[in-house]
């Protein structure tokens, strides 16, 4: 695939750092893989767990956002919803660590409990009577909340951006399917809320530090290549499976022409380097989710681990460069 020029951010405006990272996730497609990790709570026992069986770091730390939502209904939940938000608060303390200590890429997930109309966990569809469709719609009591929330986070983003560290923003994920609010109403609505938060985030509140990841393989939900940086997909294979996944990647890059820096946004097991070392599908990073699939043996095994992050086509987080 010819990379060149398509490193170059969506946002003219972008900061010098977005363009290292841009440039360098361009230069290792199909020579490398960047190895990531998801943690949901602040003790990321997923770490602690590669670390002792591998004895190295991932590239890469995903973080969750989920308890910095403005809209919790803390009177309507279950115990289950609100231990997962407890686990979840002042995980940017450790974003903060990742980033200025380890020197390490960071990736933010989002599972946003919706505007409002939610009880539990407000982020699945189930749980929220709120309406995605009514929200892209201007004037609306929907549209308003969307954007407060937005607003909220964005005064997170904006200490990082202030500090030239750059984000992998991942925001409505998973949006082929109707699992959570933000794809309940179709792909194409959802393609239209990402646009929104560009427009919000790049325009209004000037976020230069944000690359631009969209998360899903339909073509009809594709929110244009004038707003994303990324394309990327998340995949859960059977357990103990390694691939390249190349019919998935081929999949994924349909639906736009222009060729574009790919990620697997999230995955369960890893994906086998001896493969891509071989065929060089060009995913610049996976990350592999948290809990189970990150810090146990039921979905990789601890020999499985050590060898994918000593494989030389891995990038570890000692063999990532500086580049912010």
């Not at 020197?103 to 009577?129: C, D, I, Q, R």
């Amino acid at each position: 695939m010819d990379m060149v020029k398509h490193y170059i951010p969506c946002n003219p405006n972008a900061s010098e750092e977005v363009r290292s990272v841009m440039k360098y996730l361009s230069d290792i497609s199909g020579k490398g893989i960047l190895t990531g990790q998801h943690t949901q709570t602040t003790v990321q026992k997923e770490l602690h767990y590669i670390e002792e069986a591998t004895g190295k770091l991932p590239a890469l730390c995903g973080f969750e956002l989920l308890a910095y939502s403005p809209n919790i209904n803390a009177g309507n939940t279950t115990p289950e919803c609100m231990l997962e938000v407890e686990e979840n608060k002042n995980t940017l303390d450790n974003a903060w660590d990742w980033a200025l200590n380890r020197k390490g890429l960071v990736t933010f997930t989002w599972h946003w409990f919706s505007p409002f109309g939610s009880w539990a966990k407000g982020f699945y569809t189930e749980n929220t009577t709120f309406d995605a469709s009514k929200a892209v719609i201007e004037g609306t009591e929907e549209y308003a909340a969307l954007l407060s929330d937005m607003d909220v986070m964005a005064d997170i983003l904006k200490e990082f951006c202030d500090k030239k560290i750059p984000i992998l923003w991942r925001p409505f994920h998973e949006s082929e399917g109707t699992w959570f609010w933000w794809g309940a109403k179709g792909p194409e609505v959802a393609a239209k809320l990402f646009r929104l938060m560009y427009d919000r985030y790049t325009h209004h509140h000037r976020l230069n530090n944000l690359i631009w990841v969209w998360n899903s393989p339909l073509a009809e939900g594709y929110p244009g290549d004038d707003v994303t940086d990324v394309i990327s997909r998340d995949l859960y294979p059977p357990k103990h499976v390694h691939t390249d996944q190349r019919k998935e990647y081929e999949e994924l890059v349909r639906i736009t022409p222009t060729p574009k820096v790919t990620a697997l946004g999230e995955i369960g097991v890893i994906p086998s380097m001896s493969q891509l070392s071989e065929t060089r599908i060009p995913w610049t990073w996976y990350m592999t989710w948290s809990n189970e699939y990150g810090a146990s043996e039921e979905w990789n095994s601890r020999e499985a681990l050590k060898q994918a992050y000593h494989h030389e086509y891995a990038i570890t987080l000692d063999k990532l460069p500086r580049l912010y």
